[in-house]
């Protein structure tokens, strides 16, 4: 029997060679990533191809009734199919021998770091460009929010808790259930000023939650710099009332 490479489709030839060092980038990495978490994993040999299968039927089709002693109905439930082919990105990193021999501080360690943050960035950057070129619905915000006296106020330029509701609305009408909010940190503040958070007190809940501001409306609530900055994607990962298996897309993740 021989041992080929591909027969490990779950690393890649740098975790073979180096799997201390490649251990430690990933472990730097993973922590970072916001955005390519919305994604399930899928893992590829290098130099293949993946091909998804994704149901394009309607979610919302009803059970005909049937009278007593006739033939039951044929379903035919309609499948389109996505090709991927990953694309490989990689940068090198130069350590001279006098920066590790002469400076202080642990300039491997450092630059490892450093690799990371990029590397983070970089994969976070790709999957939001994939969800901004798959929105297929956008509306201008206007900034609108109920105040808690029942009378609406308009912050200019920001979002409101009426733009949030237009476009949850948007994904629901698909029978999706929207679950997440992407926003950039520059836009994070628009959400300080929604009643449910300014009126913080009478809810019960904290402001601030790891990783997140809460959940508005049931969303969690996400930041990441990799979001263009005036703009706030709602999203769902896939959750729908037809229970059926609909994830928003896969992060294909190539070996070698």
């Not at 993946?50 to 039927?57: D, E, H, L, P, Y």
């Not at 836009?187 to 997140?212: C, W």
Request: with cysteine.
């Amino acid at each position: 029997m021989s041992f080929v490479r591909d027969a490990l489709s779950w690393v890649d030839s740098g975790a073979v060679q180096y799997p201390a060092l490649h251990k430690k980038i990933v472990e730097l990495t993973m922590p970072s990533l916001v955005v390519k978490k919305l994604f399930p994993e899928f893992p590829l040999v290098a130099g293949k191809t993946a091909t998804f299968v994704k149901q394009s039927g309607s979610r919302s089709a009803a059970i005909s009734e049937i009278s007593e002693g006739s033939e039951i109905q044929m379903d035919f439930t309609p499948y389109t199919t996505v090709t991927v082919t990953p694309y490989k990105k990689g940068l090198r990193e130069r350590v001279s021998r006098e920066n590790i021999e002469d400076l202080y501080i642990p300039v491997i360690e450092d630059q490892l770091r450093r690799l990371a943050r990029r590397m983070a960035y970089t994969i976070d950057k790709d999957c939001m460009a994939v969800i901004d070129s798959g929105a297929t619905t956008s509306n201008a915000g206007t900034g609108t929010s109920l105040g808690a006296t029942g009378t609406e106020f308009t912050i200019s330029g920001g979002m409101g808790t009426k733009d949030i509701l237009k476009a949850k609305a948007a994904i629901e009408s698909y029978n999706f259930i929207p679950d997440s909010i992407l926003l950039n940190p520059v836009n994070a503040r628009d959400v300080m000023y929604l009643p449910q958070f300014s009126l913080h007190l009478q809810y019960g809940e904290p402001v601030i939650q790891t990783g997140k501001i809460g959940d508005i409306y049931g969303m969690a609530v996400y930041i990441s710099n990799v979001v263009p900055v005036g703009t706030a994607y709602i999203l769902s990962t896939g959750q729908n009332l037809s229970a059926a298996y609909s994830p928003m897309g896969f992060f294909v993740k190539t070996a070698g």
